[in-house]
């Protein structure tokens, strides 16, 4: 049907937009030069909605998906401003606790993160969610569930990690003494990775997680969005075979075994992001050479099938023991650009630091650098966003609310104790919200808004 306007009418409606779309062009200008004295600015949003960071509101909390190197929900970006926090199943087990799962996921949200990485694991031992293989708490169970219908109400999603490499809280050496009970002829914990029936252990697991309904919200983990992605393991390494040979397999087995089950959700694998045998041109930039023979291999373990985006820690000051502040900056830079250029242009998927942090309790660093280590990472990965490249997302290893200090392995970050810090991840969930909710996918980054966008936030110097 066609519409007829006199000349006048329409420069009118000409003059009316135009005004309206500089209105709206100088206010998102203006967002990055806000009050940094309110370091808590998403905590005044009511009903538990603390920010609308992926541009869904609850009736659009909408899954995660992948196209291309970005992150997606629905048709709009989703870069990642997230942490870790392992022990949230652990402390929701007892009720005098519980409130410390709440406590951390209320005070991530003020800051605007959006994303948090916990075990959805704890084979053996104490308050174990696995007793024995597939032998099930429910109680520790329904901790989980709380976990997650907790993360949904304050609209942070999760990765969810399947197992350990390290004994703490069982991992691959937990599998291998069950499978040693049962009587097979085990002789390291890289049988974990090899032997079929240890594999069986955890392919049960895997399947027992994926299917579980969740006693709060009825909802099947495998259909619930607030899920982010699935990890295999977390920083899998296999010292007995160098070659990588063993843990490629191994990947390539649950990656295919995942997704048979749960199509939907994004997976990854929870390496550090050690180059290998693949690209030796690449291994110069591991942090020694050590690293290039624990038996993982970053470009060709992210070629698997089923694998949707790549996973890298940084930690230089336990990589680089002898590093200078200065020199240990620089490597971290070189390391995310290196893991971001390489996923851009030979894997084609984004990447997530998935750990980054330093140390304040060796004596080397103070919160200072902290401040300035996280700065630069944050900053590296406005550079690739600004840009439409790889760069998904980061998560601080760790975030700790007051009171379980007892935990802290000298990487905690006490956001009511730490003031600079907290403003700092503030002022980047800030930026990262412009992203998030400006253009959507039909833009490829190529609009007009984008670029005022990004002249605005990354003109500073705040980090």
């Known amino acids: 049907m066609a519409i007829k306007l006199s000349l006048p009418s329409l420069l009118q409606n000409f003059l009316l937009v135009t005004t309206f779309v500089l209105l709206i062009e100088n206010t998102d200008a203006c967002l990055d030069r806000v009050d940094r004295t309110n370091i808590f600015p998403f905590e005044t949003y009511d009903d538990h909605r603390k920010h609308d960071l992926d541009g869904a509101g609850d009736e659009e909390w909408g899954m995660v998906k992948r196209k291309g190197n970005q992150f997606v929900v629905g048709n709009q970006p989703f870069y990642v401003n997230g942490f870790n926090t ?21 005070q991530a949200s003020s800051v605007g993160l959006t994303v948090c990485r916990t075990w959805a694991f704890n084979d053996g031992g104490w308050r174990a969610l696995q007793k024995s293989p597939s032998v099930y708490d ?108 063993k843990l490629q397999a191994w990947i390539q087995e649950m990656a295919f075994y995942v997704k048979s089950i749960d199509p939907v959700h994004l997976l990854e694998i929870g390496t550090e992001g050690f180059y290998g045998l693949s690209t030796p041109d690449r291994q110069q930039v591991n942090p020694n050479t050590y690293a290039g023979q624990v038996g993982t291999d970053f470009i060709r373990n992210h ?72 700065g630069m990472v944050y900053k590296t990965l406005l550079n690739s966003t600004r840009r439409g490249g790889s760069g998904g997302g980061s998560l601080l290893w760790q975030l700790f609310p007051e009171g379980t200090e007892y935990m802290d392995d000298g990487y905690a970050v006490v956001l009511t104790k730490s003031p600079t810090t907290a403003s700092i991840i503030s002022l980047q969930s800030r930026r990262l919200q412009i992203f998030n909710s400006r253009c959507d996918w039909k833009c490829h980054w190529s609009c007009r808004k984008r670029s005022i966008a990004m002249n605005d936030l990354v003109s500073h110097d705040e980090m």
């Open 138 to 245: 429910e109680e520790v169970f329904k901790a989980l569930d709380f976990v997650v219908s907790e993360a949904k109400k304050y609209k942070i999603r999760l990765v969810l990690s399947l197992t350990n490499n390290w004994e703490g809280y069982g991992g691959k050496a937990q599998y291998v003494k069950w499978g040693k009970e049962a009587g097979l002829n085990l002789t390291s914990d890289d049988d974990f990775f090899s032997d079929p029936t240890v594999k069986g252990y955890y392919q049960a697991h895997i399947k027992t997680i994926l299917t579980r309904v969740n006693t709060y919200t009825n909802i099947t983990y495998k259909d619930d969005p607030t899920i982010f992605a699935w990890e295999l393991m977390n920083e899998p390494r296999c010292l007995s075979d160098p070659s990588g040979n």
């Open 86 to 106: 392992y022990w949230l199943m652990i402390l929701a087990v007892d009720q005098s606790t519980r409130g410390k799962v709440s406590e951390v996921l209320q």
């Open 303 to 374: 070629q698997a099938l089923g694998i949707d985006f790549a996973s890298v820690h940084i930690y230089p000051d336990s990589w680089l023991s002898s590093a200078t502040t200065e020199s240990s900056l620089e490597f971290a830079r070189t390391w995310m650009e290196n893991h971001v250029d390489d996923s851009e242009n030979l894997l084609g998927m984004p990447v997530v630091f998935g750990e980054f942090g330093v140390s304040t309790k060796n004596g080397k660093h103070n919160v200072t650098f902290r401040d300035a280590f996280i």
